[in-house]
Structure formats: structure tokens, C-alpha cells
């Protein structure tokens, strides 16, 4: 061995504790963990929270929202589900969640240190029994994030939530999106309700908030495929989850962003969309998904996309005892906000 090298090693790191860091990216995580250079954050210690963020639920009384530029919002409401039910629970399972983050090893981004991000806790939600009024909840919560210039991500709960979200984040022009799922979820109307979660991509174009031109949906599978009609007709591009492979991430990257561009882009991401050998945890579950680590690289190849709000939904726990689905949503989330701090490097 170098003597000469273990010496300046003994001479830095000896005495060193967990927080003494040089470099000025692993620096900024270890500033979010260690307090008093050797002390770190207990990671099953303190209130769960999204991605252990600041709980600030009083920000929503103020006009300003508090100066947040990120919120993340619990969204617990699934009268939507078409099959089981159970993602009225996601929220809280993935706030469960513990040791995601603080560092994106790709982007080399820690985005609590570069963002003022908080969980600022759950919709209010008048009933639970009622769909129609708990989209209407959910469109007008957000719409105050929006109106506050706050990028909102919001955590399923269904995906008939995106009906809402969309409506709030594209009310003053529609937006594009990247949507990520088993299902192209443009379905119609059926048993009397628009509002299902098989259907809000398609009541989001008819609402004039989401442009089909520059939406992309990536890991579409399964026997409900005769449902989405309206994503062909109306200039949708969809992905299939067997074409992901053949045409190789890369490609798949390089085609979403051409689809959105540089415009306003919203990221929807169904937990369905993996695998369920991988996230057994959701009411659809749809065979030959994702896998993590493709969902994973194709989120951070979209660095640099301008991502205005987003979600993730379809966490079901009670399906899956290892938690391994909520692990892969929180994850998700995070890759999120790592991409919202990307956009405003």
C-alpha cells in the first residue's frame, strides 16, 4: 500500500466523524442527516411524514403558502376503484416509508437542501361518500397550491384523482404529461359516473386542461386494451410495456421528452405499472410490467423536463405484506421531487 497516501487518509479521516464531508454534493445530504458533525437522523424516530419532509399543514391557511416551492399532499380516496379497493390507504403507507433520499446518486441532487418542500398533510375531504364531491375537494385544494405558484405532487388514493389535479394544475393552460401505468385510463363514462379511475386522462382532455398531442403513456398492457380508444383517436403516443425492452430505455427516454418538449408537464405514475411480482400492493395488478429499476432510469433520464405537478397513485398496502409497493411509490416520489429541483438548476 501507498504510505504516503495512508497517511494523508489518517490525516483527514481519523478523526473524522459521519458529517465530515468534502464534497460539496455529498455535503449537502450529510447537512440534512448530522447535527453537531456526528450525530444522524434516526430514520424510525419522529412522526412519519413524505419522504421525512417538514409536516407544515398550516401553510394551506396562508396565501403564500408558507414560500414552499414543492407541497406534497395526501390524497386518501379511492370511490373510484373499478376493482379492489384499499388505495384510500397509500398516503399513510408511503408516509411509513422510512430511508428514502436524502441523495439522488444520479442526478447527484439532494432536493430538500435545493427546494422548500414540506408534506402539508391530506385534502379536506367533506364526505366519504361521495365521489363527485371528493373530486371537487381535490380540484379546489389544489387549485390554492397552484394559485400560490407551489408545484404540487400529490399521493393516491385512486387514479381517478388525476381528473382533479389535472383541472387545478391546467386551468390556466393545459398542460402535457408523462404517464406511467398498466392502463391508458381513457376510458368513458359507465354506471352513470365520469369520475372513475379509468377514465380522467380522457375527462382531462374534454376539460381542456391536458394536451393529448403532447402526452405520452409508457407500460400499457392487459385485456382492457379495447378501452382505449380515445387515446389513438386523440393523438395520444402510447408505449407498451413489451415494446420497452425492444426499443430500449434510451429510446423510450428520447421519445417522452420529444413528446412533452419544454413545456408545462405533468408526471402521473400508477404503482400498476410495475411488475406485480415487484408491487403486488395495488387494486389492478397487470402481469409483464416495469421493473423498478426501468422505472427508475426512465425517470431520471426526464431531468431537465419542466414538471409542474405530479402524482403517484394505486398504493393498495393491505395487498402486499412486505411493504415492497409502498417502497417503490415513495421511492417514485422521491425521484419526483429530484426532478422538480432538476428543472430549476
Avoid at 125 to 154: M, N, Q
Avoid at 258 to 287: Q, R, W
Wanted: charged share 20%.
Amino acid at each position: 500500500m501507498d504510505q504516503a497516501k495512508l497517511a494523508a487518509l489518517r490525516a483527514r479521516y481519523l478523526d473524522a466523524t459521519g458529517g465530515d464531508i468534502d464534497d460539496p454534493d455529498f455535503a449537502k445530504a450529510a447537512a440534512q442527516q448530522f447535527s453537531e458533525s456526528d450525530r444522524r437522523k434516526w430514520p424510525f424516530a419522529d412522526p412519519a411524514t413524505f419522504l421525512d419532509l417538514p409536516f407544515r399543514p398550516e401553510v394551506a391557511t396562508l396565501p403564500d403558502f408558507g414560500g414552499l416551492d414543492v407541497a406534497l399532499i395526501g390524497v386518501p380516496m379511492d370511490l373510484g376503484v373499478t376493482n379492489r379497493a384499499g388505495a384510500r390507504h397509500g398516503p399513510r403507507a408511503v408516509r411509513a416509508v422510512e430511508r428514502i433520499g436524502p441523495y439522488e446518486h444520479v442526478l447527484r441532487i439532494t432536493p430538500a437542501a435545493e427546494l422548500k418542500a414540506a408534506d402539508i398533510g391530506d385534502v379536506p375531504f367533506r364526505s366519504r361518500f361521495s365521489l363527485e364531491s371528493c373530486h371537487e375537494d381535490i380540484e379546489a385544494f389544489f387549485a390554492t397550491v397552484v394559485k400560490a405558484g407551489v408545484v404540487p405532487l400529490a399521493v393516491g388514493g385512486d387514479h381517478s384523482i388525476s381528473r382533479a389535479t389535472l383541472r387545478a394544475v391546467g386551468a390556466a393552460h393545459p398542460v402535457g404529461m408523462i404517464h406511467i401505468d398498466a392502463h391508458c385510463d381513457t376510458g368513458g363514462v359507465y354506471e352513470g359516473s365520469k369520475f372513475h379511475h379509468g377514465g380522467p386522462f380522457r375527462q382531462a382532455v374534454l376539460d381542456g386542461v391536458l394536451d393529448p398531442a403532447r402526452t405520452i403513456q409508457i407500460g400499457i398492457r392487459g385485456g382492457a386494451e379495447y378501452l382505449w380508444e380515445f387515446s389513438y383517436v386523440s393523438g395520444m403516443t402510447v408505449i407498451h410495456a413489451e415494446e420497452v425492452p425492444r426499443l430500449g430505455l434510451p429510446a423510450v427516454i428520447a421519445r417522452a421528452r420529444e413528446v412533452v418538449g419544454d413545456g408545462p408537464t405533468y408526471l402521473s405514475f400508477d404503482v400498476d405499472s410495475l411488475d406485480p411480482g415487484f408491487a403486488p400492493g395495488t387494486g389492478t395488478p397487470e402481469m409483464g410490467g416495469l421493473t423498478p429499476r426501468e422505472v427508475l432510469e426512465l425517470l431520471r433520464g426526464l431531468a431537465g423536463v419542466n414538471i409542474v405537478g405530479g402524482d403517484v397513485v394505486e398504493v393498495a398496502p393491505q395487498y402486499d405484506p412486505t411493504s415492497n409497493t409502498a417502497q417503490c411509490a415513495a421511492q417514485v416520489l422521491f425521484e419526483l421531487l429530484c426532478l422538480v429541483a432538476a428543472g430549476r438548476r
